[in-house]
Every structure is written in C-alpha cells, then in structure tokens.
C-alpha cells in the first residue's frame, strides 16, 4: 500500500515537472521569437540522438533559449544515467 501511495505522490510531480518545463517554453518563445512547436521539436530531435550514447532521464530534460542584447545560447539540462556500450563499425 505504501508503495502505490508513493507512485500515485511521484505522479503528481512528474505533471507538475511537465507543466513547468511547458511554461518554460512558453516564455522561451515570448523573448526570442522562436516557435513552441520548434522547441519541442528541437528537444525531442536532441534527446532522441544523445539516447543512442547515453542513458538518459527523458522526463527530465530541460532547454531554453537565453538571449542577451545580440546574442542568443542554447541551455540543456540533460540528465545522464550512464553510458550505452557501443560497438565499433567493422569494415
């Protein structure tokens, strides 16, 4: 019983990650310009090629973009478990 009262606690702070991490897009897109649709986009194209060599915390990802007078940076917060084992290419 103590278990499924922790899952059902834990669930309720993944929705509460996910609601931030949306806001935070939102105001990303407010100060740049840049389209949510094309963050979200740009996140799951990035986390999707960084899990083939990392194990990777996909729930926990976090990008925005900072701006600054004439400048603009990309900022991840990718949460890495570990390594893949990848096997080099034979010829």
């Known amino acids: 019983m103590f278990k499924r009262l922790m899952q059902l606690l834990n669930r309720k702070q993944k929705s509460k990650?996910?609601?931030k991490s949306r806001l935070q897009l939102i105001l990303v897109q407010d100060?740049?310009?840049i389209d949510e649709d094309i963050m979200e986009s740009l996140q799951?194209?990035?986390?999707?090629?960084?899990?083939?060599?990392?194990?990777?915390?996909r729930e926990q990802v976090e990008m925005e973009?900072?701006?600054?007078?004439?400048?603009?940076?990309?900022?991840?917060?990718?949460?890495v478990?570990?390594?893949?084992?990848?096997?080099p290419v034979q010829a």
């Open 81 to 87: 478990l570990g390594t893949k084992v990848r096997h």
């Open 44 to 57: 799951a194209e990035l986390t999707e090629v960084l899990s083939k060599y990392f194990i990777l915390e």
């Open 17 to 19: 990650s996910v609601a």
């Open 65 to 79: 973009i900072e701006r600054e007078q004439d400048s603009m940076a990309l900022v991840a917060n990718i949460p």
């Open 31 to 33: 100060r740049t310009g």
